[in-house]
């Protein structure tokens, strides 16, 4: 087992360095540059300017731009942000709980909504619940996420104002103590949590449902059922502790797909976590911002990945012996 | 009384959402004369103490504008800590801008107008208790012009030559030259304080914005109270202020909310009090919320089309001229501009600055005269196909303008639709920002939609100048006579000396058309009504935000 983590754990950095290089390289490929940025004003004289590439240090040949960086990340330094002029490290540190909180939350509301309505639809196929469960969670998952938003802030901040329409925290939030500061983020939680989690919910509606009713057409399940055993605990002890096991490695994976959707929600919701600040330094082209936002993304989809492969392995061994 | 009037604004919002790109159609007209206020101002005048949240889409980027990408923003909160010399005022309709003393309490120049003079306010002093001085002056100045610290304005310093400390409150600027914008060079940037920031040599300035906050003293009316980036910069008065009843406000919060529908929808919630812009399409939904207030003025921002005269297309005077004859910039104007918000450009110097030439007047759309200009110079439409041609080639090219801006967009379409009556295939397409940029500055382009803000110094050299063209002039318009009139405005030791020379000019490029001058247009602010004596402008959105103030009762 050991040794499968091993070889998972050396194919997981060998493609975040492949991730990060061709970022790095497109990057720099993207018409536009720092400088174009930076220097909107007509009027900086182009002495100026190239004053400036070589303050950002984008005056060198392109490869050795790549070889310094890639020391420099090899040693912890991932370099100084163009447009905010601090350290990197900081500005993603300080982004990133943001985006923790989010996506847990929006994890969380995405497996309870996916695991209650996947039982509701498997335990009678073809009602009419199930076809409203169906339409619903594709309804949500066929909607872009910018969309959902906005409709949820014009429904529970405008026309039924009960929600907070974005931030993470309220104007007065330095006045507040620790007791009320936690109340108030929750409250500005519960929008873009929910709205993310449901948006994702309706793949994990549909490998529930079809994972249980697997479990439940199996002969265990009919022999439990004739021994007189209550409906519900066949259902909720018997069939879905096997029915669940499958749906671990989605988990995993649909993380993935929930730090993709919070890079929409933080914009929409203006939830200071990674997602803003990877946006708003494309649009700068914050070429060491931009790296180490796509590296902590590209970290985090790749652990979920090595999580789903171990919990997987664990589960069935053929698939450490492949 | 919060749900009645967010029922028909949730309705028109869904409408804008669900048809996103397209106009709302005719508005209101001037702001608030059609919807009575809720309740009348105090009539006891400005209040002391109280909030005002300021929404914004982007976060400033730090405390030092010198080192931090010098955003709207950045700007705006910056004005607030560190005041400049002299207050530029919003008053250039009729004559150059004028000037109140701010830091400085008076200045007088040398009678070759070599040396300039200013004599600081003597209860000026840093919030840590230390008093201004001249040493500040020529620390900022030093900063400002240190090529480490790469200031992106540090172009305004380079006539320039030293900045003598003459006592603690005397500061004396020599210049190189004589020249129009002595004074507005020398006002650019604030005063920055040297007993503190000197501590950090120049060449480690940059990269440290977290020490700039961390080591924060101000001179002027706010202070930062806290810093959440991405956020919210909570701004508090600054008590040692040299105003002493100013400001008003007791906090500032400046709320960044990336989403502009994300943002209008606070507004509307109440979340927020104050937005620096918001769109047309916008206008008639807060005119008919009672809560809020339209702030309209008039932006130093033109539009045009630039035709790139690398391409031989565009390189004879007269065809650009019949380009312009066959684009109808009134229709475009009355299209994407509801109410009288915008009006069609005339001269690349706006028709609200002192210096337009008011004798001249829009082209006309006149397509048969177009047609006409285009036939003398040889292109027939020799096979039928509806589109002119010379030499077997067709006159055929890409209109380029930038993802996200919708009106650019639109206005790109309808001039498609207008040259085609012509003869002209005109095939818009829509590029990221950054893309067309690059294409403007690589001179890789037919012809693009681009906007160009002016400041009061009248100087058309980056946008016209022959020694531009990587600068501002994208299209690489050439014409000497041009490049000799404006250095001879520019050195004009008196602006309005300059009026005859701008009035050249003008008339110079309203014959060689090398942009098709499309719209000027308002900037609208929206303003929670709670909120008193605020004035926007086109030089600052927090311009006196010193003398705002909010309702006791709130």
């Known amino acids: ?322 | 009384m919060r749900s009645r009037s967010a029922r028909p604004l949730f309705a028109a919002l869904l409408v804008l959402f669900l048809t996103a790109g397209c106009d709302g159609g005719k508005g209101g007209g001037e702001d608030g004369a059609a919807t009575p206020a809720p309740r009348p101002a105090s009539a006891l005048g400005p209040q002391r103490g109280g909030t005002v949240v300021i929404g914004w889409t982007a976060a400033p980027t730090g405390v030092n504008e010198l080192i931090t990408q010098a955003t709207a923003i950045t700007t705006e909160l910056v004005r607030q800590l560190f005041p400049q010399l002299l207050q530029e005022q919003p008053d250039f309709e009729e004559h150059p801008p004028t000037f109140r003393p701010l830091l400085a309490r008076s200045y007088e120049w040398s009678p070759d107008r070599k040396t300039l003079t200013f004599h600081l306010r003597e209860d000026a002093v840093w919030s840590d208790g230390v008093p201004v001085t001249a040493d500040d002056v020529r620390f900022t100045w030093q900063a400002e012009t240190h090529p480490d610290v790469a200031w992106d304005s540090a172009y305004m310093k380079e006539h320039i030559t030293d900045v003598e400390v003459v006592n603690p409150k005397t500061v004396r600027f020599h210049f190189a030259k004589v020249y129009a914008k002595q004074l507005e060079d020398v006002n650019e940037g604030g005063i920055l304080p040297s007993h503190v920031w000197g501590k950090l040599p120049f060449p480690q300035w940059r990269g440290n914005a977290d020490w700039f906050r961390e080591h924060l003293v101000v001179s002027g009316p706010f202070n930062v109270s806290s810093w959440d980036p991405q956020q919210q910069v909570v701004l508090v008065r600054n008590p040692r202020y040299f105003e002493k009843d100013l400001p008003h406000l007791d906090k500032v919060v400046i709320r960044n909310v990336a989403d502009p529908a994300s943002l209008i929808t606070q507004l509307f919630s109440g979340e927020v009090d104050f937005v620096p812009q918001v769109q047309p399409s916008e206008m008639k939904s807060i005119q008919e919320d009672p809560r809020l207030r339209l702030i309209p003025y008039w932006f130093r921002l033109y539009v045009c089309v630039i035709w790139n005269e690398r391409n031989p297309l565009f390189a004879d005077a007269d065809v650009r001229r019949a380009l312009t004859l066959g684009i109808d910039r009134q229709t475009i104007v009355d299209t994407l501009f509801p109410g009288d918000i915008a009006r069609v450009a005339v001269s690349p110097i706006v028709q609200s600055v002192w210096a337009f030439d008011r004798s001249l007047g829009p082209l006309p759309y006149d397509p048969r005269e177009s047609r006409r200009i285009l036939e003398s110079k040889g292109w027939k439409d020799s096979n039928g196909d509806g589109i002119l041609d010379k030499n077997g080639k067709p006159f055929s090219f890409v209109l380029l303008s930038n993802a996200g801006n919708q009106q650019r967009n639109d206005a790109s379409v309808m001039i498609q639709e207008q040259l085609k009556q012509v003869g002209i295939r005109a095939e818009p397409r829509v590029v990221e920002f950054n893309s067309l940029v690059n294409d403007a500055t690589g001179g890789t382009f037919d012809a693009m939609v681009f906007g160009f803000t002016m400041d009061t110094s009248m100087d058309l050299t980056a946008q016209f100048g022959s020694d531009s063209v990587e600068e501002g002039n994208f299209g690489a318009y050439k014409n000497p006579e041009i490049d000799r009139l404006m250095v001879e405005a520019m050195a004009k030791p008196q602006a309005q000396d300059a009026k005859p020379i701008f009035d050249r000019i003008q008339q110079i490029l309203h014959r060689d058309q090398p942009v098709t001058l499309l719209w000027e247009s308002q900037r609208l602010s929206a303003i929670n009504r709670r909120v008193h004596d605020a004035r926007p402008n086109v030089l600052f959105s927090l311009y006196n935000l010193e003398d705002w103030w909010v309702d006791a009762d709130r």
């Open chain 1, 1 to 322: 087992m050991i040794r499968f983590i091993l070889r998972r754990l050396a194919a997981s950095l060998l493609l975040l360095y492949l991730v990060l290089t061709a970022t790095f390289f497109l990057l720099h490929l993207a018409p536009g540059s720092p400088a174009t940025v930076i220097l909107e004003d007509q009027r900086i004289s182009a002495e100026q300017r190239e004053n400036l590439r070589r303050v950002y240090g984008l005056d060198r040949p392109l490869p050795v731009q790549y070889a310094r960086w890639l020391s420099a990340v090899a040693r912890g330094d991932w370099g100084t942000s163009f447009s905010q002029q601090r350290p990197v490290k900081r500005v993603v540190l300080d982004a990133v709980p943001a985006t923790m909180i989010l996506a847990v939350a929006a994890l969380l509301v995405e497996q309870a909504a996916g695991l209650v309505f996947g039982i509701v639809a498997a335990r009678r196929p073809g009602s009419a619940a199930d076809h409203a469960i169906r339409v619903v969670s594709l309804l949500l998952f066929s909607q872009p996420g910018f969309w959902l938003g906005l409709m949820a802030i014009l429904l529970f901040s405008l026309a039924w104002p009960i929600l907070p329409a974005g931030h993470m925290y309220s104007v007065g939030v330095d006045e507040m103590g620790s007791g009320a500061r936690l109340l108030d983020l929750l409250r500005h939680l519960i929008l873009p949590a929910v709205v993310l989690g449901l948006a994702e919910a309706g793949s994990v509606v549909r490998y529930v449902r079809s994972s249980l009713l697997d479990v439940l057409g199996q002969e265990y399940i009919r022999a439990a059922r004739a021994k007189g055993i209550s409906e519900r605990r066949v259902v909720w002890v018997h069939a879905l502790r096997n029915a669940l096991p499958p749906l671990i490695q989605v988990m995993a994976i649909s993380l993935i797909s929930l730090l993709s959707g919070a890079l929409v929600m933080e914009v929409v919701f203006s939830w200071p976590g990674i997602g803003r600040l990877t946006f708003d330094a494309i649009l700068s082209r914050d070429y060491p911002l931009v790296l180490a936002a796509t590296a902590f993304s590209a970290v985090m989809v790749l652990a979920a990945n090595l999580m789903a492969d171990v919990l997987h392995a664990l589960a069935d061994p053929r698939v450490r012996d492949e």
